[in-house]
């Protein structure tokens, strides 16, 4: 279980003004909804360790994470924007979600590739692809990090429902079979139907099931 539990957080150091309080089973996708500035993204860094919260607890089965640094959290991250290398090849940049550029080739790159329907685009440079393609290929290394918590960050943007349907399937699929905890921001109800096992929404800085 992933326990985000009376989470609090302040970005002047005042008044606290978020406070966030979500519960996430193994295999499990949390939808969490609201408008721009609401706390969605605040959310997620504090879960990454990218902020530090003024009182409340984030526990994976029991247990904190709130003092590890973010490269040792069990978490992996789709932020809003695909943060891809663009001198790299497609290939390449999946391939840090392995830990290493060099592991273009591998296997698993490859079939991580084929999922999102982009083996054709392996040896291609990240700033030759399309908004769709770029998003893809981050999700893609995202999804190859296999960490336990999972955040995606409209994770479907650029892409048609064609494109995305089996997308969507393909990471329902993934965190059921590897007993992920996600979260998924969406501001497209198609996402939070298909997908949220649960649905947050947050207003006022407070996060209330829905």
Do not use: C
């Not at 296997?107 to 590739?113: F, N, P």
């Not at 769709?132 to 943007?157: H, I, S, W």
């Amino acid at each position: 279980m992933l326990e985000i539990d009376r989470l609090t957080f302040s970005y002047d150091g005042g008044d606290t003004g978020f406070a966030f309080d979500m519960r996430i089973g193994p295999g499990e996708i949390a939808g969490l909804v609201g408008p721009s500035g609401a706390g969605k993204s605040t959310l997620f860094d504090l879960i990454a360790g990218f902020l530090e919260p003024i009182s409340g607890d984030i526990a994976l089965s029991g247990r904190s994470i709130l003092g590890q640094p973010p490269e040792d959290r069990p978490v992996s991250i789709l932020f809003q924007s695909d943060n891809l290398f663009d001198h790299l090849s497609t290939g390449a940049n999946v391939a840090l979600g392995l830990g290493s550029a060099a592991r273009a080739t591998d296997e698993r790159v490859t079939e991580a590739l084929a999922q999102m329907g982009l083996s054709a685009m392996i040896g291609r440079r990240a700033a030759q692809l399309s908004g769709g393609q770029k998003q893809r290929v981050a999700l893609a290394r995202t999804l190859l990090r296999n960490r336990p918590v999972l955040l995606l960050d409209e994770p479907f943007t650029g892409l048609d429902n064609q494109t995305a349907a089996p997308i969507r399937d393909l990471v329902r699929h993934m965190v059921r079979a590897n007993n992920w905890h996600a979260i998924v921001v969406s501001h497209q109800s198609q996402d939070i139907e298909t997908m949220a096992d649960s649905t947050y929404r947050i207003e006022n800085g407070r996060t209330k099931l829905i």
